[in-house]
């Protein structure tokens, strides 16, 4: 896109299946990461902690002279307790000492993105989003990071189109406390409060409901009848049926 001349770019993160703090993408455009030796390393989650220095000479002109606004799908800081790290690495097949080996190095790394740039992506909102890289866009492209479902709400006039409803019913594929960490349902959830709707909650799996419940949401309800493989859970006819009798039962108590 940066050789076709592009300059501008809406880039949605989220949904990763690494941890590499954008490191693997930024080597792409010239950024180089060395270790103590003055090696470059490849960039991916294993080179995190022997990251000693950062070289953005090579970083290509093009990107320097472009804005970058990234939709985050979540609010994630880089590391920490509520870190890239610890509430996603284990989605990604991380056991418990990688989530610490990955952590210790987000933080160093965070360390060394500071002493090269001067910002500190530590505690930045966003900067966890897709394992680090929304840390990595915001540190050396300058980006702006920007809640994802923020930005779609917006575009779809979305506060206007739900004025006067008696029920929001929203829905993702699993619903836990990372929910409430900038993800669709919380963002529906929030204009909705703004405008006194109650907001009922429909996923496959449902974990920590009283947190859920007690940031706003009427009810949670899995759509799931019984124990069913994945694969079943996840045919679309299978699904869509579930859906239609889930929200059937939900009408007939409000309506």
């Known amino acids: 896109a940066l ?10 993160i989220g949904g990763s299946a ?23 390393l490849k960039g991916c989650g294993r080179d995190l902690e022997s990251i000693v220095r950062i070289d953005m000479s ?14 985050c799908d979540v609010n994630t800081p880089f590391c920490g307790p509520d870190g890239a790290a610890r509430v996603f690495a ?8 990688m989530v610490k080996e990955l952590d210790v190095a987000m933080q160093h790394l965070s360390d060394v993105i ?4 001067g910002k500190d992506v530590s505690l930045h909102p966003g ?17 702006q990071l920007k809640p994802g479902i923020e930005l779609l709400l917006e575009t779809l006039d979305f506060a206007e189109k739900i004025k006067d409803a ?3 019913i929203t829905g993702e594929g699993k619903s836990d406390r990372q929910t409430l960490m900038g993800k669709v349902p919380s963002g529906i959830l929030q204009e909705a409060r703004r405008q006194h709707i109650p907001v009922i909650l429909l996923a496959g799996a449902i974990e920590d409901a009283g947190i859920l419940n007690a940031a706003g949401f009427r009810g949670v309800f899995s759509i799931t009848p019984s124990p069913v493989s994945l694969e079943q859970a996840m045919q679309p006819e299978f699904a869509q049926e579930n859906i239609r009798r889930t929200v059937e039962q939900i009408c007939r108590i409000f309506f």
């Open 90 to 97: 284990p989605q990604k097949g991380a056991d418990a000492d």
């Open 166 to 168: 008696d029920l929001l």
């Open 127 to 143: 900067a966890g989003a897709a394992g680090g890289m929304g840390g990595g866009l915001y540190a050396f492209l300058d980006a």
């Open 58 to 71: 090579s970083l290509m002109p093009a990107a320097r002279e472009s804005e970058f606004i990234v939709a």
């Open 114 to 117: 500071f002493r090269t740039t």
């Open 3 to 12: 050789n076709r001349g592009c300059r501008k770019f809406l880039v949605g």
């Open 18 to 40: 690494t941890n590499d703090a954008g490191t693997g993408m930024l080597s792409a455009l010239g950024v180089r990461f060395l270790d103590s030796r003055g090696q470059r």
